[in-house]
């Protein structure tokens, strides 16, 4: 069973980082991943924003959704490099983070994402590209 038929069958339990983050998985099917999490006060900055690292977890993880949505039997991704420009900030409420494959090669997948507030409107947070190797392996 690879990573995305463990997170079909098992929901947000099949990635300890989504239990400890409160991650809900919203899509993850045609090259794009979506994911939503709560903002909590324990997740936030001594300035009282959350903090910045979070934001691209987000990004790379709804990333790899959209990449696993689009593997063949067998392959893993590992992120390569990422690059997160923050727009604006959050202290509280629900994000959505929605990545999605720009192009998906023999070894490496090309990807964007975008983390909005989830309330009405989305405002854009922040945006994130990086590049992720392919391999082959047998997942845990």
Same mark, same amino acid.
């Given at each position: ?68 949505? @689009?593997? %063949?039997? $067998?392959?893993? =991704? ?12 959050? *202290? &509280? +409420?629900? @994000?959505? %983070?929605? $990545?999605?494959? =720009? ?12 983390? *909005? &507030? +989830? ?22």
């Amino acid at each position: 069973m690879n990573y995305l038929e463990r997170i079909r069958s098992m929901g947000r339990d099949a990635n300890p980082f989504f239990c400890l983050m409160g991650i809900e998985v919203e899509q993850a099917a045609g090259g794009q991943g979506v994911i939503s999490m709560k903002v909590r006060p324990d997740m936030l900055n001594g300035e009282g924003w959350l903090q910045g690292g979070i934001f691209t977890a987000l990004a790379d993880e709804a990333m790899v959704l959209g990449i696993y949505s @689009l593997t %063949a039997p $067998g392959e893993q =991704v590992a992120t390569i490099s990422e690059t997160t420009t923050f727009l604006g900030g959050a *202290r &509280d +409420g629900t @994000l959505l %983070a929605t $990545g999605k494959v =720009v192009r998906k090669g023999k070894r490496v997948v090309f990807a964007e994402a975008e983390v *909005r &507030d +989830g309330a009405a409107g989305g405002r854009l947070l922040s945006r994130s590209s990086a590049a992720f190797a392919l391999r082959s392996g047998h997942p845990p």
